[in-house]
């Protein structure tokens, strides 16, 4: 089975900063590990993790038929329980068109903000070289302070860099391995990612694949963990 990886942006600098955070598990039962009473199409699903705005499973497709057969987001959903009334509700992945879109509109947010921040560091940096100059500062003084100043501007240029290609190699990995339809030849598999938004969801709920005649539930103990 591939092994899926999840990319986090501030996520990581968001649990750097706060004593203790939840996080999103479950556990695939072992009755449900197997799927097809047939051979002709065989279907597994895993569990890969929380990234903080939704939680991502791994499902693979293994073809035996003589026939192709279409795989789109649309048929794959989960059954969650309901905290107020008991009844499972059902929760459809999010569009692979929305996770990019929204990397797209946080990679344009980055890159502003990193505009803004320059400016007004170059700001500033002139404001105070223009009261050391005033103040009788010597040009000893001025070239000091103007270098620390362009360090500073360094570094968080590089922060920034590192947020940007964080981005991008969550772009790659969405466009490559995120379903959103595809075919399945006959005597081939694939592989593909599917992402919910994250629920804080305890005890059992079901992921749902129905691919076109084939339907196959995967019952997982769901649990909410706290980490520190």
Known sequence: ????????????????????????????????????????????????????GYITFQIDVINNSTTEIKVDEHMISML???????????????????????????????????????????????????SIALGGGNTADIAVYSTGTAIDISDRNSQYGSAERTIEEQLDYVDKFTLEHMFVAPGSEASFDVHFDQLPIDGLGELLVSLEDYHVEFEYEFVIKENR
């Open 1 to 52: 089975m591939r092994q899926s990886i999840i990319l986090f942006t501030g996520l990581v600098f968001l649990f750097s900063c706060s004593p203790k955070f939840l996080t999103q598990d479950a556990f695939l039962l072992e009755s449900s590990d197997r799927i097809q009473e047939t051979q002709d199409v065989e279907i597994y699903s895993a569990y890969v993790g929380d990234a903080g």
């Open 80 to 130: 969650i329980p309901s905290s107020q009334s008991g009844r499972k509700i059902v929760n459809r992945p999010i569009p692979k068109r929305i996770l990019i879109g929204d990397l797209e509109n946080e990679a344009k947010e980055i890159n502003a903000e990193k505009k803004r921040s320059n400016t007004n560091s170059v700001i500033l940096a002139g404001l105070d070289i223009a």
